[in-house]
C-alpha cells in the first residue's frame, strides 16, 4: 500500500495496482492477500480496515526508509508512474489479422485465376466455333 498525501495505491504484483480510496471494500475483495507493505503514514480508518482482518501481517515503512535510485527512470518521469512499464511486443491479434489478410489475398488470387482460366477456355471455343461457322458458309474458302 502506498500512501502519498490524499492518493492511495495498492499494488498487487509488478503489473497490477488498484487505487484504494476506500481500503476496507477493496480489502474486503482480497481475501487471499496475507501480508500487506504500507509506505506512507496510515489514517485511522485505514488502520481500523486492516485491524479488522485478523490473518493480514503488515509491515510499516517510512518514505525516509526507502531509497529510490535518482537513475530510475521510470520514478524520475512521474510521481504516479508505479507500475513498470511492460515490453511491447507483437501481439496476437496483429498476427491473426495479418493471416486472415493472407487468406484473403490467396483466395482473391485463385478466384481469379480459375476466372481467366474459364474465360480463354470459352475464348478458345469461341473462336473454334466462328471458324466452324466460317467454313461452313463459305466451303472454298481456306485460310
Not at 52 to 68: C, G, N, P, V, Y
Request: aromatic share 10%; charged share 20%; proline share 4%.
Amino acid at each position: 500500500l502506498i500512501i502519498n498525501q490524499q492518493q492511495r495505491t495498492l499494488r498487487t504484483s509488478d503489473y497490477m495496482a488498484y487505487c484504494a480510496d476506500d481500503l476496507a471494500i477493496l480489502l474486503d475483495y482480497m481475501p487471499e492477500l496475507t501480508h500487506l507493505n504500507v509506505w506512507g503514514d496510515i489514517e485511522p480508518k485505514d488502520q481500523q480496515a486492516i485491524d479488522a482482518l485478523i490473518d493480514l501481517k503488515t509491515t510499516t515503512h517510512q518514505w525516509t526508509d526507502t531509497l529510490f535510485p535518482l537513475s530510475d527512470a521510470q520514478l524520475i518521469r512521474h510521481p504516479y508512474n508505479v507500475l513498470p512499464k511492460t515490453r511491447t511486443v507483437v501481439s496476437g491479434y496483429w498476427r491473426a489479422a495479418a493471416a486472415v489478410l493472407v487468406v484473403g489475398l490467396l483466395v482473391q488470387m485463385t478466384y481469379d485465376s480459375v476466372r481467366i482460366w474459364r474465360y480463354n477456355k470459352v475464348a478458345d471455343q469461341v473462336n473454334a466455333m466462328a471458324v466452324h461457322q466460317y467454313q461452313s458458309w463459305f466451303p472454298e474458302e481456306r485460310r
